[in-house]
């Protein structure tokens, strides 16, 4: 039965030193070292959502709200959208168990992310649910962009206009390529 506690004790040893490495190698400044070490940990870290991101500090903080939607257009030129979840449209309740998608939006438009804003176009290509013959298709992945109110201020202004920002352009020729 000792066994059986150290086997226990050694697993959960090797998870914690797991998850502090990931973490530790996760934060630390983009620099080449990172970038050799950090490729087994985005198999662990981004589906979870426990990506660090410093840009929501000082001095300089976001100060805009930003939402990510696809635009997918088939074979035949037929023109889809789809809109990832906005978190400011839902009421409280269903804001906290979300509270990392605006996270997600953000760190689309970070170069470093590529690989995952390809997932996310297959993703919103799959949420859509187009048939076979719709291929091949292209996605367009792209950012709404609000700027927030001055500092100081009340509301910002609702007819201020969005500036709109492509992230990313896909071509999928079939649907292997999309779905799992």
């Not at 990832?84 to 998608?101: S, T």
């Not at 470093?112 to 367009?140: N, S, W």
Request: glycine share 4%.
């Amino acid at each position: 039965m000792a066994w059986r506690w150290t086997a226990r004790r050694r697993a959960l040893s090797a998870f914690v030193i797991f998850h502090l490495s990931a973490l530790a190698v996760w934060t630390m400044p983009y620099c080449a070292a990172k970038d050799m070490v950090q490729g087994p940990y985005r198999y662990y870290v981004l589906p979870l959502g426990l990506w660090q991101w410093w840009a929501v500090f000082a001095p300089d903080p976001i100060r805009n709200t930003m939402a990510l939607s696809a635009e997918v257009v088939d074979a035949k030129g037929m023109r889809y959208t789809f809109d990832f979840p906005r978190l400011a449209e839902l009421p409280w309740w269903q804001k906290i168990p979300r509270y990392r998608q605006p996270k997600f939006t953000m760190n689309m438009t970070i170069e470093e992310y590529k690989r995952q804003r390809e997932f996310t176009a297959r993703h919103a290509v799959r949420q859509l649910g187009l048939d076979d013959a719709a291929y091949p298709i292209g996605v367009c992945l792209y950012v709404e962009i609000k700027d927030s109110p001055p500092p100081g201020t009340g509301k910002s202004d609702p007819m201020a206009p969005k500036r709109i920002e492509v992230v990313d352009r896909f071509q999928f020729q079939s649907p292997r390529e999309v779905r799992p």
